[in-house]
């Protein structure tokens, strides 16, 4: 399926967004059709198996660097396992039962979890703060809309980990603007604010480069030149905190099930 999907990549003249496949070795998975490739936690757990090696690591993000690939490391979703294992009040309220099924499963068989998540999520954290020293083109996302990850709501969260490792306002701000721009031709109208691009912004009160926090309350969005009110995005914003999103959840539960477990 991997190789059929390159071919078939190759033919169209599209660029691949990876989730790397552990059917095949982590380092043989840098084609020239894939332009960038997802998740902190499959470094750690496919390529690293599971060890936490600052030095084993570092090829790895060589890697990147030669082949020229961006890096998307969507820490807020395995974040939010430690969460929901610390007993965070706003994950529960998300009506995602299966998933606190799942973990507080784990944490009856294995008292360690909790600390464990944690510990990884700060290697996560010093990855990113790598592929930034070397280069790596970071691209934001936070594969929203699996598991207990809320879809908008979470970017916020994202960013916040990117300048936890080290990025500053305007490079963290990159991170979900101008670098996609970069690692896709789909993208390259987006971005930025250029004549003849499209008209997607946001407009807030304050200076983001100040104080990100500023792109968590717009006073209003533009996208494809259609003008987001204030109210629009507030319900917008209450409709993805309370979504449920039960059949996800149920789909990764059987995943979880059939194949992991």
């Known amino acids: 399926l991997y190789q059929a999907i390159i071919e078939q990549s190759q033919e169209s003249d599209i660029s691949i967004i990876a989730h790397p496949s552990r059917e095949i070795p982590y380092m043989e998975q840098f084609h020239s059709q894939i332009a960038s490739i997802e998740h902190a936690e499959e470094i750690v757990q496919q390529a690293l198996n599971y060890q936490l090696d600052s030095l084993k690591v570092e090829p790895i993000i060589r890697k990147f660097v030669t082949t020229n690939k961006s890096f998307c490391p969507t820490l807020t979703g395995y974040y939010k396992i430690f969460e929901m294992l610390e007993g965070d009040e706003n994950i529960l309220k998300t009506g995602d039962i299966a998933q606190y099924n799942r973990w507080a499963s784990e944490k009856e068989n294995n008292s360690s979890i909790t600390a464990n998540i944690y510990q990884q999520h700060q290697f996560h954290l010093y990855i990113v703060k790598r592929m930034h020293e070397e280069g790596v083109n970071i691209v934001c996302g936070t594969d929203a809309g699996i598991g207990i990850t809320t879809a ?7 960013l916040a980990f990117y300048q936890e490792a080290g990025l500053s306002n305007f490079e963290t701000l990159k991170t979900a603007t101008v670098n996609p721009s970069k690692t896709h031709k789909e993208f390259e109208q987006m971005g930025t604010i250029e004549k003849g ?13 100040e104080d990100l926090n500023e792109l968590s309350k717009p006073e209003w969005v533009m996208v494809n030149g259609r003008k987001i009110n204030k109210e629009t995005l507030k319900e917008f914003t209450d409709k993805a905190r309370d979504r449920s999103s039960l059949l996800v959840t149920a789909l990764r539960y059987a995943e979880y099930l059939m194949v992991e477990r």
């Open 152 to 158: 908008g709501y979470s970017i916020h969260q994202e």
């Open 197 to 209: 691009k499209l008209a997607n912004f946001v407009v807030t009160s304050n200076n983001p480069l």
